[in-house]
C-alpha cells in the first residue's frame, strides 16, 4: 500500500480544478479570499511516482480546511484513484494544507468516481444541446407554472448586473440565519463566473421582480441564489428564471445544471424541493470526504472555547 509520502507536491496538477464544478475554479476562489476575512488559499495538487496526478480545491480558515465554502468540490485526478491511493492522497492534502481537519463534499454525477459515503442530497438536470429535449424534462406542475408566468407577462433575460439581483436577495434574505456576501457575488459577476437571470413583466419592463444566480462551471452550471419579490412570486418569476437559467446552460454547452439541495439548517424546504423535482431535478448524492488529525479535537475544543468568550464578552451587562 502506498504511503502518504509517496505524493510529492505537484503544483501542476491544480490545473485539473479547472475542469470540475464552479466551486473549485481560482476564480472562485480567489473571490472567497478577497470578498471574506479569514480564508486564505490552501488547495493542493501532487502526484505519485507512476506520473498520477491530483488535486482537490480547499479554502482554509484557522485549521480546518473546507472543501470549499458555500460549495462543493472533489478530489480530480488523472485516473480513478485506489481506496488505499484516496486515503494516502488525502493524509497528504492535510500535512500539506497545514490544517488538522479536511472535508470534501463532492456531487456523484454520472460518469464519474465514487469515493465516499453519501452525506446529503443535490438535484441534478441533465442537459442537451437540443433545447426541446431539455424542455422535455420539465414535467406537468412545472410547465404550468411557465404558462402562468407567461400569462402574467413575464420576461426572462441573461444579465451581469449585479444591483437588482442584489436588492432583491438582500431583502428577502434579511432574516436569514445564513446570508451571502454581497462583495463575493459582485466579484463573480465582474468575472463573467456567475451570471444573472433577470425577471420581469411586461406591465412594468423596466422593474426586476425576481432574479436567479447562477455559476459557470466546466463540469456543470449551478443555480446559485434566488430571490423574488411579491410581483415575482405571484408571477412564478422562479419557474421562469430557473428555465432560462437552463436554457442559458444548454446553449453555452453545460452538461448539467446542479439545482441545489432542498434544505436549510437541516430542516427539509418543501416548496424548494417542488420547485426542482417539477423543473427536472433528479436527486443525486452528495458525498463526504474528510481526514482529521491526532490534533483536530483539542483544537475544535479551543475554538469552541474561544468563540463562546467572544459572545459571553459582547453580552452587554446588568448594572
Not at 492535510?94 to 460518469?111: F, K, T, Y
Not at 446553449?251 to 434544505?263: I, V
Request: aromatic share 6%; charged share 25%.
Amino acid at each position: 500500500m502506498r504511503s502518504a509520502s509517496s505524493w510529492q507536491r505537484h503544483d501542476d496538477a491544480l490545473a485539473l480544478l479547472e475542469h470540475g464544478s464552479p466551486f473549485e475554479r481560482r476564480a472562485y476562489r480567489d473571490a472567497v479570499v478577497a470578498a471574506v476575512a479569514g480564508w486564505r488559499e490552501a488547495s493542493v495538487g501532487a502526484r505519485l511516482p507512476d506520473g498520477t496526478t491530483a488535486a482537490v480545491a480547499l479554502l482554509a480558515r484557522r485549521r480546518r480546511a473546507d472543501g470549499v465554502p458555500w460549495g462543493v468540490g472533489a478530489v480530480r485526478s488523472s485516473r480513478p484513484l485506489t481506496s488505499a491511493e484516496l486515503r494516502t492522497f488525502l493524509a497528504h492534502v492535510r500535512r500539506a494544507s497545514h490544517c488538522v481537519s479536511v472535508e470534501v463534499r463532492q456531487v456523484r454525477l454520472p460518469g464519474t468516481a465514487s469515493y465516499g459515503a453519501a452525506g446529503a442530497e443535490t438535484h441534478v438536470l441533465p442537459l442537451s444541446p437540443d433545447l426541446d429535449e431539455v424542455r422535455s424534462r420539465w414535467h406537468g406542475k412545472g410547465e404550468q407554472a411557465l404558462r402562468r408566468a407567461a400569462r402574467a407577462g413575464g420576461q426572462a433575460r441573461a444579465s451581469q448586473r449585479p444591483d437588482a439581483f442584489l436588492r432583491l436577495y438582500g431583502a428577502a434574505s434579511s432574516e436569514w440565519r445564513n446570508q451571502y456576501p454581497h462583495d463575493l457575488i459582485r466579484r463573480l459577476l465582474a468575472s463573467g463566473d456567475a451570471i444573472v437571470i433577470e425577471v420581469t413583466l411586461t406591465s412594468a419592463p423596466d422593474v426586476v421582480v425576481g432574479a436567479a444566480l447562477g455559476l459557470r462551471g466546466a463540469d456543470r452550471w449551478v443555480y446559485w441564489l434566488a430571490a423574488a419579490d411579491d410581483a415575482g412570486r405571484r408571477a412564478e418569476a422562479g419557474y421562469l428564471a430557473v428555465s432560462e437559467l437552463a436554457l442559458t446552460a444548454a446553449r453555452e454547452g453545460a452538461p448539467f445544471l446542479d439545482l441545489g439541495g432542498s434544505q436549510a439548517a437541516g430542516e427539509d424546504l418543501p416548496g424548494v424541493r417542488r420547485l426542482k423535482e417539477r423543473m427536472g431535478g433528479e436527486p443525486t448524492a452528495v458525498e463526504v470526504l474528510s481526514t482529521r488529525g491526532a490534533l483536530a479535537p483539542v483544537v475544535e475544543l479551543a475554538e469552541t472555547a474561544a468563540r463562546r468568550a467572544v459572545r459571553a464578552a459582547r453580552r452587554p451587562t446588568s448594572t
